[in-house]
């Protein structure tokens, strides 16, 4: 069966410092990956989202950017945090197309101070 | 693009039933309803491929209707576990791509 991995579950960060979230996929291969993020209390913001190795997509512009050095590994990084950056991250996957069904992982509760 | 669900929260006492309905200014290809609970990732519920399909899970159920551009959500004999946000998502094509956007949810309290 697929699982879904993110690490840390709980990070606090002072405003500038870099920022580094991990997501990793298991029981699988070439899946869609997604980052999302959500706001306290609002909807799933969908941020990058990736096809294949080295193939991302951004959908929001900002200071945050994304990268899939491996085909089950997807990485959201930041060089300088911002307070507008706190919230909750969601790493999801899907097999093939969009249409298919997004499996969420645990999530990342980031707040930047 | 955002699909706009309705209502925006909801509060019932167990056993009772509510109806969560999304619709889009675009045309739908497909619905995705998730529920997630207060500091939990989202739980993929169900999702309908074709207008006019619908499908059930539990005591949860939900149609499709493409002329109407909407899908509901049919939460009947409501349970505490029932509670959460629940959120749908369409896929749309833009650019050459898809994208599934998510609604803003609707927050469901059910109490005992």
């Known amino acids: 069966s697929q699982t879904i991995h993110q690490w840390p579950a709980t990070l606090v960060q002072p405003v500038g410092s870099p920022l580094s979230l991990e997501c990793t996929v298991e029981g699988t291969s070439n899946p869609n990956l997604y980052w999302y993020r959500q706001a306290a209390g609002r909807g799933l913001q969908l941020l990058f989202y990736?096809?294949?190795?080295?193939?991302i997509s951004s959908e929001v512009p900002q200071n945050l950017s994304a990268s899939r050095p491996q085909d089950r590994q997807f990485i959201l990084s930041s060089k300088k945090l911002l307070l507008s950056d706190s919230g909750f991250y969601l790493c999801a996957w899907s097999q093939g197309r969009v249409q298919e069904t997004q499996y969420f992982g645990p999530g990342t509760r980031l707040l930047v101070l | 693009q955002q699909p706009v669900q309705s209502p925006q929260a909801v509060i019932l006492r167990e056993g009772e039933d509510a109806v969560i309905n999304c619709s889009s200014s675009?045309?739908?290809?497909?619905v995705h309803w998730y529920r997630q609970k207060h500091g939990e990732a989202p739980v993929f519920l169900m999702i309908?491929?074709?207008?006019?399909e619908q499908k059930g899970h539990d005591k949860i159920s939900a149609s499709f209707n493409e002329k109407k551009q909407q899908s509901s959500l049919y939460l009947t004999a409501s349970q505490l576990s029932y509670s959460g946000t629940y959120f749908c998502?369409?896929?749309?094509?833009?650019?050459?791509?898809?994208?599934?956007?998510f609604g803003k949810g609707t927050k469901l309290t059910v109490n005992p």
């Open positions: 998502g369409t896929v749309f094509t833009q650019g050459g791509s898809e994208k599934l956007v």
């Open positions: 675009k045309a739908l290809y497909s």
């Open positions: 990736s096809v294949g190795i080295g193939q």
């Open positions: 309908l491929l074709k207008g006019g």
